[in-house]
């Protein structure tokens, strides 16, 4: 079932639950052009041992679509989300742009932030070859089109500040990559290196681990979580 909530001076997102309501909380960030349904398969074996939201990011399935779009608008919205839920203490769950969404609240919100997972995260380093950029909607999309171009606008180029602020991410962190996807394994290890408290971990499999192998992926991450798990 999805709910919603009006997010003051923000868009309306919307949301799904699992799990158990007295849990920790983990917070599921889908990746771009997707929605909080994406963890369908996975989050009921994670809201085995934690309460898991997982919302529609803004410009994304049913979401409002304000046609304003980054990262940091991103992470201003889970901010209020947060907020307006009443959860502190959470851990952030990112796949693909949704861990960019992870990473940079961790980075600039750790009051908010007990631990860390990135599933399969751009590094912050210039596409090759470059993305293509959408410049006009598709049929059928349940996407924001303009969503799109804005990150692959900001894969393509990324601001010289992401790899620094890797410093300031403090808390547990787990980065998890697969060994058949179309991103560098080796700077997702390097991203692990200079986090101060990550490791890297790898898993067969493609871009989509949560996805395509819901189960395997639960006994990969379960290790990480289980300190926070009640």
Same mark, same amino acid.
């Given at each position: ?9 923000? /868009? ?28 369908? &398969? ?17 410009? &994304? ?12 608008? #991103? ?8 907020? $307006? ?9 990112? &796949? ?24 399969? #995260? ?7 070859? /470059? ?25 393509? !180029?990324?601001? !010289?500040?992401?790899?620094? #602020? ?22 997702? $290890? ?11 971990? !790898? #898993? ?22 289980? /300190?926070?798990?009640?």
């Amino acid at each position: 079932m999805t709910e919603s909530v009006a997010l003051p001076g923000g /868009p309306t997102l919307a949301y799904r639950e699992w799990g158990r309501p007295d849990g920790a909380v983990v917070l599921l960030l889908h990746g771009l052009t997707s929605s909080g349904a994406d963890w369908r &398969h996975f989050a009921p074996l994670v809201g085995e041992r934690f309460r898991v939201v997982a919302p529609d990011l803004r410009g &994304h399935g049913e979401s409002s679509w304000p046609g304003e779009y980054s990262l940091e608008l #991103m992470r201003n919205d889970v901010v209020r989300l947060l907020d $307006a839920l009443g959860f502190y203490g959470v851990i952030p769950f990112g &796949h693909s742009a949704g861990a960019l969404v992870a990473f940079l609240l961790a980075a600039t919100r750790p009051d908010l932030v007990r631990a860390l997972v990135l599933e399969e #995260m751009p590094t912050p380093d210039p596409a090759d070859p /470059p993305l293509e950029v959408p410049r006009r909607p598709g049929r059928g999309q349940t996407y924001d089109w303009r969503a799109a171009s804005e990150i692959q606008r900001w894969r393509n !180029s990324p601001p !010289s500040g992401w790899w620094p #602020m890797t410093e300031r991410i403090s808390c547990p962190t787990l980065i998890v990559g697969g060994t058949n996807s179309h991103l560098r394994q080796d700077r997702l $290890a390097e991203l692990a290196r200079r986090i101060p408290n990550a490791r890297y971990v !790898s #898993m067969n499999g493609g871009h989509d681990l949560h996805a395509r192998r819901p189960g395997e992926f639960d006994t990969v991450i379960e290790p990480f979580l289980t /300190p926070w798990a009640r």
